[in-house]
């Protein structure tokens, strides 16, 4: 496949009211690209893997920026960049592991344009898929990451179906431990989902990462008060400290007292196609106390039922160590 | 309007993609409009009075064959839902109950064959010759199955067994409890696969479409009734069946 390394002819909108933005989206669908930080926008275009008939440039609308309070706890607009978060005296209050995994996002120059909404809907980078091969995620018949020959080092140890491709959003793994809603629009009104429902596997959507559907655009993300100022454990495993996917990350929010873990949420980044929740390992937390011997039983429960492929083996042993990691902190 | 989809393989090549999609509504509409076409027709006849059901009962279909016939008939439709309703919008995680209602298909597929050989006679569904006068002659009267049920039967043994075969082939190509798959073959070959079991599985919505249609229509109630209680009437045999030809067990 070619590299232009030059645009291709796209219509440019650039709205700056929310029902332009929506109607806009509505009247291209598919075939519009709604633009943020556009970090994850000009490869696609250039390669000509993705072409779109016009680019919805939402950042001239400042109804999607911003953080602010609510009485139910912060609301952040999806167009909010990373950078602001990560500064933010209010996020870094309550929801620091938020902060902690905006920076550990790309490299600093991505972070001061890239926002928020476009980490967490950025499309998968399993390279085949990048390249413009038609494979199942493209609409095609075929997955070429698990075959004999594929390269499939960076791809999913859980919950694959057809399609082995990982979620890349280290926000994601963050917004899923604490509990985030989805706030989303298109020109009949709003609906909000879990951040956990927001993200879909290739078992039902496999040609999309995300519950957005066409005509959609993801305006902002609430964070309630659940897991405000719990005690938190974030790490990416990456193979290069900056500018990288992970791995593997983990996202952990905990409700302890004394040596007893109330309530916990844990999510690993790099192992599913959609920020994978460590159910079992939560319950089996409930109900023992905090203990070396506890968190080696978690940890060997965080990596039951994985299917390794040829060459991502060692994630399992690096998941693992992880929780540890996590529960140890 | 084209039969395939195409796409470029991994060295850049034009292969067939699959089946394209947009043949399901052509499908339904021409399904749709020959039973519209037939109801009319039907209607602007005079209508013969229906036979009577009382009266001694003859065994059509012994109750292994109608399980047989209602496994497969739900098999089929999961089979229809699960594959085609993802390919119109409807998503949710189809491909696990796709397989095993496939399995589920193939197996009993299998046992009919065996039963049909060694259990069953087969000449009583074989079209022969004489079958061809039906549509041309009144008076003429088939033995056990008519040539319409025949044709019926006929198409759906070469679609299902066409649709099991690619099923198969797909199927060794997926993850499953017993094996990885291998993506062992080449883009092009998969594609023929892909379009087989697609065209296939089209052919098989009109075709129990009208199957469906026919097996709800009133002077066919009968065999529909049979197909669930397995009889019927003694008159109901002899206004539509040929007595040396259809030789009842009771």
Known sequence: MPSYDVMPEVQLYQPTEVDDALNLAEKFRQQGWLLGGGQDTYGWLKDRAKNPTALIDLNDIEAFKGIKTTSAGIEIGALTTLRDIIRDPLINDHFPILAKAAGRVASPQIRNVGTLGGNLIQDTRCWYYRRGLACYRAGGNICYADSPEGMNREHALFNASRCVAVSPSDTATALVALNATMIIKNIDGDREMSAEDFFVGPDTHITQMTALEPGEILTGIKLSNEWSKARYYFEKIADRDVWDFALVSIAVVIKEEANTILDSRMVCGGVACTPYRLTKVEQYLKSNPLSEKTINKAAKIASQGAETLNYNHFKIPLMENLVKRALRS | ?250
């Open chain 2, 1 to 250: 309007m084209e039969l395939a989809t195409l796409k470029k393989d991994v060295w850049g090549r034009e292969v067939i993609l699959g089946a394209s999609w947009d043949l399901l509504w052509v499908i339904l509409a021409l399904t749709f409009i020959g039973i519209a076409v037939h109801a009319i027709v039907v209607a602007t006849k005079k209508r013969k009075a229906a036979p009577d059901s009382s009266g001694k009962r003859i065994e059509r279909h012994e109750k292994i064959d109608r399980i047989f016939h209602w496994v497969m008939a739900v098999s089929m439709i999961i089979l229809l839902i699960t594959g085609i309703f993802p390919k119109i919008g409807i998503e949710f995680a189809w491909l696990t109950i796709h397989w095993v209602a496939g399995l589920l298909l193939t197996v009993i597929i299998i046992f009919h064959i065996f039963r049909s050989i060694f259990w069953q006679n087969l000449k009583d569904m074989w079209i022969g010759l004489n079958d061809l006068k039906e549509p041309f002659d009144e008076s003429y009267k088939p033995g056990k199955y008519s040539l319409a049920q025949k044709s019926l039967h006929a198409s759906v043994t070469i679609l299902t067994l066409l649709v099991i075969i690619s099923g198969i082939i797909m199927f060794a190509l997926i993850d499953t409890p017993w094996w990885e798959r291998t993506n062992a073959l080449s883009e092009d070959m998969l594609g023929w696969v892909f379009l087989t079991h697609g065209l296939v599985s089209l052919a098989l919505v009109a075709i129990i479409s009208l199957h469906i249609y026919f097996g709800l229509r009133p002077e066919k109630l009968f065999y529909t009734r049979s197909m669930i209680k397995g009889w019927i009437s003694e008159h109901e045999k002899n206004e539509n069946h040929d007595q040396e030809k259809w030789v009842s067990k009771n």
